[in-house]
């Protein structure tokens, strides 16, 4: 996929803009990341709110009244809070891309909810909260984030609850809102039919409510008012977890976590294609294995979690529930066979075809480029990504995917967690290596 | 953004109707092929036969292997999806701009005829039923309403049977149910093929060149199975338990317009879906409402679907008599000189929901050939844009108004909470 066009430079607030020019578009999609690092569980319920209650304007007495306000500009916009950042998504007319570009960053900069407001933020968050609670990924992914980050780790809590939210008091939401959420550090990508604005050189109109350009933008110009990061703990040598589930229910979940290096790491490509080949798409070896030999699986997927300071790859499927121990096994015995003795060429190449370009297939539209492209600027990475991985395909032998597979997937790297509703049914131990 | 040039239809000799809808230039193109047979078309105790020939289809044909249809899309990055809705099955593909001539090419030859053997459908049948249990049984909600509803709405068992399947029906289906199935329904008189996005002259012409070659028929040409439904004369609620349901939902469902004959009044009524207000602190209910999947995917009769998360204990009765408040008082903002906020963006409201619904995968080829098969007219879906029919709202509100709705209250299993 070849890198889309671009113009980047660093703002005065501190955020990395980064301008895309897609004169197919009908919208100009935004895509702010702006990081906010949780401290620990009770901060994150804070955080959580704060994270909904961005778009909270001074005027606004509730979520819809702000909704109504880019409405009445022609475009829609949402906050989605995570684990390390606040994503603000907005979709408008490319010429309303000044207004809108002014009105975040005083959003960001100058906090100002009503009290009714931000009580009316935690009590949507609740409810939302209430009904998402039956979902068991909720469930599968507290187990995983505890085990893989730590307990005490601000990425553990990543998955909260409603009684979480009870002890948040919308003053310490405020001042949150106020101390710690602000745009150095963050990165702004803006992508749409620019022409009416100059195309990409409206870059430095674009800039301007952010203060104007003060520096080149990329990983290297980064903020110095940004947020320090948490630092990514590694494999920690954690056993197998079972998340209980009701005795009634037919379907068993595994799930699969382990630590794996960043977009930017030579390793992480020969991983990605490793993790393609296992189960990342319907040709991969579990796919073929579990759903169409046996008919166990529906699907199977593979990928990764990418966050500011620490990168995962995780693996998952759903199966009958007396098959789990089956599939499991299966699953183990593909994970080291994928080390020993691997994938062959056209194995490979078969992988790498799908990763690679799928990527210009899936991002083919505005929104999703807009989305997967700002996740990649997040993370300290460009727009060039697909491109330098296309490359780096090339050049890429099964010994090297081979290597990569044994060492990231070893088995103390690995965490695991089985939802499985049978009383009599523990974890089995880990496969030896 | 420049205009994109019109879609045209053409019918091959062999009587399948081909739209080619040049599109986006970003380097992709989508196949979609749509199939005029769904579950409402089901022989009597074959319930799900139409998503296991869904599944089947992938299961190799005469030139392509057994999961060769994946391999040869996903080669090229390329995306691969079926589903079965109430009258048709589709099948979809996005794809390189290049590789078109090529995809099409594995369309036909399944379109020719499918490997069907035992194996493959004793397999499928094993993934139907993980997909259930796993996508429907085990999601929050999963199924609802239209695991519920269809059986208060509708009599004839055409419309009320489940049409995920019934797996213990599946298991006795066998290699010469699916060979009937495929004869009868798989003709290319009753299939279009619609090709969208960055089409490459030459890749078009492999195109048709490869579906003019799937084998013409002789006799009768498919004809649709009847689903007339005879109107309701009252309310009709159901109340049940569902074990998938952490809290009470309800939904309730009204006979939309047909949308060839009455195109604004339809689009109007899809606008409602967005723009009804539902308030009523007293029973919890809250701004959800909305339509069920894609407007004007079935064949009409079609419904229209309300849905909210009230309060436990609250009776379906209380509850459609405050939907009805909600669209009493829509009607009479409408009829105020001065617009309330959600009118006076409701247009740049149903223009952004229309546009996140292009985000599916493939779904301008999909509704092309889906309005193409379903009512004859592959650019319907431009006369039925909510957001140019808001002055036919007062006759939608009327129309949703003036007719008995069919509701379902699911609950918890083991209480309300």
Redesign the interface.
């Known amino acids: 996929m070849r890198a889309p066009a671009r113009q980047r430079c660093r703002t005065a607030c501190g955020a990395d803009l980064v301008v895309v020019d897609r004169p197919d578009a009908p919208f100009a999609e935004v895509r702010w990341q702006v990081p906010l690092v949780r401290r620990d569980h009770a901060d994150a319920a804070v955080a959580l709110v704060a994270g909904r209650a961005l778009l909270l304007g001074p005027l606004d007495g509730d979520a819809a009244a702000a909704q109504q306000r880019v409405l009445e500009e022609g475009g829609v916009w949402s906050t989605t809070p995570a684990v390390d950042r606040v994503t603000l998504s907005a979709t408008v007319p490319a010429e309303r891309l000044p207004w809108l570009l002014g009105e975040l960053r005083d959003r960001l900069e100058s906090p100002a909810p009503r009290p009714e407001a931000l009580q009316d933020a935690l009590a949507t968050e609740r409810t939302r909260l209430a009904a998402a609670v039956a979902h068991r990924e909720l469930g599968l992914h507290r187990l995983l984030a505890r085990h893989r980050w730590g307990p005490e780790h601000p990425y553990a809590h990543a998955v909260l609850e409603p009684a979480d939210l009870d002890a948040v008091d919308p003053a310490a939401v405020l001042d949150l809102l106020t101390t710690r959420v602000h745009p150095a550090g963050s990165t702004l990508l803006v992508l749409g039919p620019l022409g009416s604005l100059g195309g990409l050189d409206a870059l430095e109109l674009l800039a301007a409510p952010l203060g104007g350009a003060v520096g080149p933008g990329g990983p290297s110009d980064r903020d110095p008012r940004a947020p320090a990061l948490p630092a990514d703990p590694g494999p920690r040598g954690v056993p197998p977890q079972r998340l209980p589930v009701a005795p009634h229910e037919p379907t068993a979940s595994l799930r699969l976590w382990a630590p794996a290096p960043p977009r930017s790491h030579p390793e992480h490509l020969p991983l990605h294609l490793a993790g393609m080949a296992l189960g990342g798409y319907f040709g991969s070896r579990l796919t073929q294995e579990l759903r169409e030999r046996r008919g166990d699986v529906y699907g199977v997927t593979t990928g990764f979690e990418v966050l500011a300071s620490g990168t995962t790859w995780a693996l998952s499927l759903e199966c009958p529930a007396d098959r789990i121990g089956a599939v499991r096994e299966t699953v183990h015995a593909a994970l080291a066979a994928l080390g020993d003795p691997g994938a062959d060429e056209q194995e490979l190449e078969r992988a790498a075809a799908y990763a690679l370009q799928g990527a210009a297939v899936g991002l083919a539209s505005p929104a999703a480029l807009a989305s997967a492209g700002s996740t990649v600027l997040f993370a300290g990475d460009d727009l060039d990504l697909w491109e330098r991985q296309a490359a780096q395909a090339a050049t890429t032998t099964p010994d090297q995917v081979a290597e990569v597979a044994r060492s990231w997937w070893r088995s103390d790297a690995l965490v695991e967690v089985v939802a499985d509703p049978r009383d009599d049914a523990g974890v089995p131990a880990p496969p030896q290596d | ?2 205009p994109f040039p019109a879609p045209t239809l053409e019918r091959l000799p062999n009587g399948l109707r081909l739209v080619v809808a040049p599109g ?5 193109a989508a196949v979609a092929v749509h199939v005029g047979v769904g579950f409402r078309a089901e022989p009597p105790g074959a319930s799900g036969l139409a998503h296991l020939f869904e599944h089947l289809m992938f299961a190799g044909s005469a030139h392509v292997p ?2 060769g249809h ?2 040869a899309v ?7 999806g079926a589903h079965t809705r109430h009258d048709h099955t589709e099948f979809f593909d ?3 701009a290049p590789a078109l001539g090529e995809t099409v090419a594995l369309e036909a030859d399944r379109l020719a005829g499918p490997r069907l053997d035992q194996h493959a459908l ?6 139907i ?3 259930i ?3 429907v ?4 909600f999963g199924g609802f309403p239209w695991r519920q509803l269809p059986a208060v709405l509708w009599r004839s068992p055409t419309s009320t049977h489940d049409g995920y399947g019934d797996l213990a029906a599946l298991r006795a289906v066998t290699l010469e149910d699916c060979e009937r199935f495929f004869e009868r329904w798989y003709d290319p008189r009753n299939v279009v093929v619609t090709l969208e996005g960055e089409l490459e002259p030459r890749e078009v012409d492999r195109a048709r060149e490869a579906l003019a070659a799937v084998p013409a028929r002789t006799g009768p040409a498919p004809t649709p199975v009847p689903v007339a439904e005879p109107p309701l004369v009252e309310d009709r609620h159901l109340t049940t338990v569902a ?1 998938n349901a ?2 009470p939902a309800w939904a309730a469902g009204f006979r939309m317009p047909d949308p060839v004959g009455e195109p604004q009044l339809h689009a109007a009524c899809t606008a409602l879906a967005t723009l009804l207000p539902l308030h009523a602190p007293a029973l919890r209910l ?2 959800r409402s909305g339509w069920y999947g894609v407007p004007a995917d079935a064949r009409t009769p079609d419904v229209l679907v309300l849905s909210t ?1 009230p309060r436990p204990g609250v009776a379906p009765e209380p509850l459609a008599a405050a939907l009805r408040e909600s669209l009493a008082a829509l009607a009479e903002d409408v009829r105020r000189s001065t617009p309330s ?1 959600v009118l ?2 409701a247009a ?2 149903l223009r ?1 929901q229309a ?2 619904r ?2 599916r995968t493939a779904h301008r080829a999909r509704r092309l050939g889906a309005t193409e098969l379903l009512f004859g007219d592959y650019r319907l879906d431009e006369r039925l844009d909510p957001a140019d029919a808001l002055g036919a709202l007062p006759a939608a509100l009327a129309h949703v108004l003036d007719q008995p709705m069919a509701s379902v209250l699911v609950t918890p299993a083991g209480g309300d909470a």
């Open positions: 953004m420049t986006a230039r970003a380097g992709v057994a999961g994946f391999a996903e080669a090229g990055g390329g995306r691969v996005l794809v390189a004793s397999t499928q049948v094993d993934v039923a993980a997909e249990a796993q996508q049984d085990a999601v929050p074990a952490p809290a809250t701004g998360h906020a006076r963006t740049a409201r952004h546009y996140q292009g985000e």
